[in-house]
């Protein structure tokens, strides 16, 4: 099956891509670096869940990726490659795929890697009685699976499901052990027995979790310079939600790599000059930085509301005072390194003026103490701001202060991230700011699929049968330019009803020691771990 992944992005956002990604490709050729240390990593917030299937949140998936493996490997240039299986082949109706299993594989428990294996993590995903995450979405029209032999399974689907390669190859869709794993219960969500090179073998909340080494560890993955276990003893991730602790920790040597997430942006020049540390960013996959508008409360259920939104909201402020260096302004719901269709940046220029004319056709016109009213009442809305320990999401209060000189009254409702989930389910607010990362188009599905409204992640609750059917349209084309021109269509559809205001194209950062050698990255940006060494 011809996959033509490059297709998804314009040459010159490939090209800077792959620029970006420098030194964390490189191999590691010559001697075998020195055994043993602990890496510790400092990370902005803690996971919902370790349980890969439970999980809606990417931390989950920025922690287990040297835990858990997949089926297939997507690296940061979109290239699929044999993992758990060595071999798959997809049925001319694109309904079923037939993968074929490594015979060497063994949960870190003992248990051996199967189809049957293989089939329990599926169906244990869509089970009614389960609550999947992510995972649910990756596996929408599960049809079962069937164990051909031991090492061969069949995985059919209702109807021809073109994203799957993608999803198989993602973080929601890693295996865990059918051993352990039914007898665990809650356990699962803090210690999931996967098959990659470490365990998880402490979880202290809102603190730190640790992965240990798995010694007995004896192939190679496809992402790895060597054969055989991790070269570190031992991984801690360490919560440190406050961006000046993080930092700060980084500096003193009490971490060895953090993450740059929240951290204000002229921070990174300081941390660039500092000759003990290397900076290394990748381009994220599936939606950018983004404010998702309810289009069923008031007074965002009014398009020239949020056509006034999209006008009136300044991107390129947001890129020079908050993401200067780890980010570009976004046009649309999916990120351009993604789908990259210059048409669909020119739609919202910014244009407060325009921004007033429609918020003045709307019947909001200009109150007391510059607050727009109509019919004796203030302009207001509520944006539901996630709150992971360290206060109010930087760009949220600079939405909020943009919208103020509209004369639209915005309220943060900063809140952890339970009630914040609920509030999205139950469409309480104006509408949540948000990312999500999806490594296929589809991921527009999660986001605008009517199906998904009162579930993850349709946080605008919006529903349109023409985009339902294009979305269908669009999981069913095989043909890499077919699947192309449809999710143009669906983009420039979205882009026009203004369901959403596209804030930043974001860019994994994190920060290191230059004492930690190898860093990989998958295509979902997250670091890969496996073949990292401390420099002594």
């Keep these: ?118 089939k329990w993590n599926f169906d244990r ?36 499901y073109a994203p799957f390669l993608t999803y198989v190859a993602g973080g929601t869709l890693s295996l865990l052990s059918p051993k352990t794993t039914p007898g665990q219960g809650d356990a699962v969500n803090q210690k999931p027995v996967g098959s990659g090179r470490f365990t998880v073998s402490e979880y202290v909340a809102k603190d730190h979790i640790t992965l240990t080494r798995a010694p007995a560890y004896n192939r190679r993955p496809p992402y790895s310079d060597h054969q055989g276990p991790a070269y570190v003893d031992r991984i801690v991730w360490k919560i440190i939600p406050e961006s000046g602790t993080r930092v ?36 994220y996959p599936g939606a950018p930085r983004i404010w998702l508008l309810n289009v069923k409360l008031p007074p965002t259920n009014d398009l020239r509301v949020r056509q006034a939104l999209n006008y009136g909201v300044n991107r390129a402020a947001f890129v020079d005072s908050i993401y200067k260096g780890t980010g570009l302004a976004a046009c649309a719901p999916l990120t351009r390194h993604m789908l990259d269709d210059p048409a669909l940046c020119a739609m919202y220029p910014y244009n407060p003026r325009k921004a007033g004319e429609l918020l003045d056709e709307a019947g909001w016109k200009m109150g007391p103490n510059n607050i727009r009213q109509k019919d004796g009442k203030p302009l207001a809305l509520v944006i539901n701001s996630i709150n992971y320990g360290g206060g109010n999401l930087p760009e949220v ?21 339970p009630p914040w989930y609920e509030d999205n389910y139950h469409c309480a607010t104006n509408g949540p700011v948000m990312f999500l990362r999806s490594t296929d188009w589809d991921g527009l599905f999660a986001l605008f699929g009517s199906k998904n409204v009162g579930g993850n992640f349709n946080w605008s609750c919006y529903a349109n049968p023409e985009i339902d059917k294009l979305l269908a349209e669009g999981k069913a084309a095989l043909d890499p330019a077919k699947r192309r021109a449809i999710y143009d269509r669906i983009e420039r559809t979205l882009v026009q009803e203004a369901v959403s205001v596209p804030l930043v194209d974001e860019l994994s950062v994190w920060v290191m020691r230059n004492t930690v050698r190898n860093t990989k990255y998958n295509y979902s940006a997250y670091p890969v771990l496996g073949d990292v060494s401390l420099a002594r």
Excluded: C
């Design 125 to 160: 995903i869509t089970s009614p009685s389960f609550k999947a995450g992510g995972a649910l979405l990756a596996l929408q029209g599960y049809a079962g699976s069937d164990v051909i032999d031991a090492h061969t399974v069949r995985v059919n689907f209702k109807e021809p």
């Design 397 to 417: 209060e600079l939405l909020q202060g943009q919208l103020l000189s509209l004369g639209i009254d915005a309220r943060i409702k900063s809140q952890a991230r």
């Design 248 to 283: 700060a920790t980084l500096q003193s040597g009490e971490t060895q790599m953090i993450s740059f997430l929240s951290t204000p942006a002229a921070v990174l020049p300081r941390l660039v000059a500092d000759k003990n540390l290397r900076v290394e960013k990748t381009p």
């Design 1 to 118: 099956m011809k996959r033509g992944r490059a297709t998804r992005w314009g040459a010159g956002v490939l090209a800077a891509a792959l620029a970006l990604l420098g030194a964390s490709l490189g191999g590691g050729a010559g001697a075998a670096p020195p055994p043993g240390g602990t890496l510790t990593v400092g990370l902005d917030q803690e996971p919902p869940t370790l349980d890969p299937h439970a999980s809606p949140s990417a931390v989950t998936f920025q922690i287990i990726t040297d835990v858990t493996e997949n089926l297939l490997y997507e690296d940061t240039r979109g290239k699929l490659s044999p993992w758990l299986a060595t071999a798959y082949k997809v049925s001319p109706d694109g309904k079923s795929f037939t993968f074929t299993l490594r015979p060497d594989v063994v949960f870190s428990d003992g248990a051996p890697l199967t189809a049957e294996a293989v």
